[in-house]
Each structure stands twice: as structure tokens, then as C-alpha cells.
């Protein structure tokens, strides 16, 4: 049966008031989209983060890896601070107060300001953050998505 015909019998069947069907005849397959979505992750001019509610790394996207001079070996399973968070990130606050604060108000960290972070080499630069929590079906916090985006001056 084509494509076209196809079409026309769901369109028919979805106007009589039947439940409503969806056409994936040209929709891309799951893995196709899960292979996009790898390619969009791993080439994005973003750093793309994931961590756990201990603040340990689980992933972190080449661009990522080659902006903060580390490769995923040194990252995964290590904790963010002291990695790409000073232990100070903020006058008065410390990156574990931070990380708390995260998991327990995210929505007040959805976008942040500028936050410092440090590469392997030592220098200081500020970043802005974007950060997603993941929930299990319970409601539980299970890890972070933040996507860091680099400042021109740093490229």
C-alpha cells in the first residue's frame, strides 16, 4: 500500500470520529532519531553535562571534554567540584551549598547567571548554565542535564 493511500485511509478514519491514528510510515525510526540525537549532542558547540544527585559526572560531550582540557576517563564517576567547580563558586558560597540548592529548588535553576568554573589547566571562566532535572517515575531526582554555554571570549 503507498504511502498516499495510506494517508487518505487514516485521514478517513480519524474524521469519523475513531481514535486517532498517526501516519509513522515516514517518521524516522527510534534509532534513527537516537543516532541524530548522539550526533546533535556530540556536535554541539555546547557543553552538555549530565550528573547524579551526588554531583558526580556520568557524561559529558566532546566539546566539553576538549573546552575544559579533560577526556572522559578523567570525568566520569568523579565528582564536578574540584573537576569544573571550585570548591568557592561564589562569594560566600560554596559549589556544594550550590549543588544542594539545585537538587532541592531546581526550578530557580533552570537558567543560571554566570557561574565560575575552572578548566584542567587552572583558569577561571564563567559560564552560562541551563539545567534540566530527570525524575524517576516517583518523582525522585535521578540526575541533571546542564548544558553549559561558552562566552565568545573564551573560544
Same mark, same amino acid.
Given at each position: ?19 486517532? $491514528? ?13 543516532? =541524530?540525537?548522539? +550526533? ?33 576517563? +578523567?570525568?566520569?564517576g568523579k565528582s564536578i567540584i574540584g573537576k ?8 560566600? *558560597?560554596?559549589?556544594? =551549598?550550590?549543588? *544542594?540548592d539545585i537538587l532541592k529548588n531546581p526550578e530557580q ?5 554566570? =557561574? +565560575?568554573? $575552572?578548566? *584542567? ?10 539545567? *534540566? ?23
Open positions: 500500500m503507498s504511502v498516499s493511500i495510506l494517508s487518505i485511509i487514516l485521514g478517513l478514519f480519524n474524521e469519523r470520529g475513531g481514535p486517532k $491514528i498517526q501516519d509513522i510510515s515516514t517518521m524516522p525510526s527510534s534509532t534513527e532519531r537516537g543516532t =541524530d540525537c548522539c +550526533e546533535i549532542v556530540e556536535n554541539a558547540n555546547s557543553i552538555i553535562l549530565t550528573w547524579d544527585t551526588q554531583g558526580k559526572i556520568m557524561y559529558m560531550n566532546k566539546f566539553g571534554q576538549q573546552f575544559f582540557g579533560y577526556t572522559s576517563d +578523567e570525568l566520569v569544573i567547580l571550585p570548591e568557592m563558586s561564589r562569594p560566600g *558560597k560554596s559549589s556544594a =551549598d550550590m549543588i *544542594k535553576y533552570v537558567s543560571n547567571d554566570a =557561574d +565560575e568554573n $575552572i578548566k *584542567k589547566s587552572g583558569e577561571r571562566v564563567r559560564l552560562l548554565w541551563s539545567n *534540566k532535572v530527570i525524575r524517576n517515575r516517583k518523582g525522585d531526582i535521578v540526575k541533571i542535564i546542564s548544558v553549559g554555554n561558552v562566552p565568545k571570549e573564551y573560544l
